[in-house]
């Protein structure tokens, strides 16, 4: 046993195990944290240089994420149709294609974590204003398309368990809160609008033989239904009510605090999932924050983006975020949007300009702070961790219950905590 002095109450000491201890997190008993890294192998080809918080370089990047200093056990990777940069403004970051989703899924596998695997169904960004067909599928009729979705769905995920690749996940589109294979680049003739039953029955359609591969190929795999409405909780129930035909597992969200409101706006989403589809766990697949150069055009962000765009306002998001994410006992997955930026790689030949909103800064390629706060998102491990006994190395560390109600200063109760992304037992003398 450890007692610790110098301010704390005259009690409180840690007990230290060295042998596992079952601990079971009420708020769930599984957790999957990650990032969307589709962009990591682009970084590697061309040998940008990956650095830790303290400056020392990483060899492999994907291993470190899985590491005690970040621990993540999850991975996710968009993969398009044909990628066509040309779509984009002739995006470099539009390059995911089969094989390349292949090998770097492969690598998410045998590195032991969950692979969570995006169907774009599109030859560039399918986001909820951009569901454009890809364009070898864009002479199809509907029901030619339904038998092609089946068909590409299947033949992608065959090959994937061929190679080692299984999904544990699979997203059957991404963002397709509008819905999805619209047509040519430009159309909305087939956008799913809220108020209207139009092009409902299509889509439903088009995710059914979507979801039916999935089943075929990969049975143990959960699927997602991933929009990005979490913003507007009333359009987010009804499009999940409207979905009920379609046979998913998982609730995806997107969550930016600057297009999707404040936390609380969140937090209601979450709850009104919860009531409506208490069978349904709900996953955040995409989340960032800036940590410099937030853009002036397109959000507003004096009203819904209380932190500051600095490494340390990051960082403060991510606890946020997290303290409000375990309040919400149908969460189970966290995922950060693009972890791996790094800069644009030589000739912008990875990224044509800086998002800003990775976990590696651009200039100095070190970890940002944020990578390590967001651990505290898996509170569920099954061991109490040891803590050193001098004082001055807990002093910039953040204490959380174990509902991940962030603490104001050092325990004052006995009890399990969490702190460094740990569980920890204080006791009473």
Known sequence: MITFKGGWSRWARVVVFSFLVPLVNPVQ??????????????????????????????????????????????????LFVNPT???????PAICQDLDYVTA????????GMAFMLDFHYSDSWADPAKQWTPVAWQSLSDEQLQAKIYEYTRDCLMKLVEAGATPDFIQTGNEISYGML?????TKANHCYTNSDANWPRFIALLQQAVKACREVCPEAKVIIHTERAGNTSMTVDIYKRLADVDYDVIGLSY????????????QTLDELATNFPEKPVQIVETAYHY??????????????????????????????IAELNKHANVNGLYWWF??????????????????????????HRALPALYELKAFLGSETSVRSLTSDLSSLTSETWYTLQGQRLQSKPTRPGIYIHGGHKVLVVSE
């Not at 770097?104 to 590195?111: M, Y």
């Not at 619209?182 to 430009?186: I, N």
């Open 339 to 364: 972890p791996e930026e790094n800069g644009n790689g030589p000739d912008k030949k990875v990224i044509t300009g800086w998002v800003n909103r990775g976990l590696w800064d651009n200039d100095t």
């Open 182 to 186: 619209w047509g040519e680049k430009g």
């Open 256 to 267: 930016y605090p600057f297009w999707h409101k404040q936390l609380s706006v969140l937090s």
């Open 104 to 111: 770097l899924g492969r690598r998410i596998k045998e590195a």
């Open 85 to 91: 940069p040309s779509l984009d403004y002739d995006d």
């Open 292 to 321: 410099q150069w937030k853009p002036t055009t397109g959000v507003t962000w004096n009203s819904f983006s209380i932190w500051k765009d600095t490494p340390e306002g990051q960082a403060a998001f991510v606890r946020d975020l």
């Open 29 to 78: 008993a599984q957790r999957y944290l990650g990032g969307d890294i589709s962009l990591l192998p682009q970084y590697e080809k061309y040998d940008v240089p990956y650095y830790d918080g303290d400056g020392q370089k990483i060899d492999d990047v994907l291993q470190y994420m899985k590491s005690e200093a970040v621990g993540w056990n999850a991975q996710r990777v968009r």
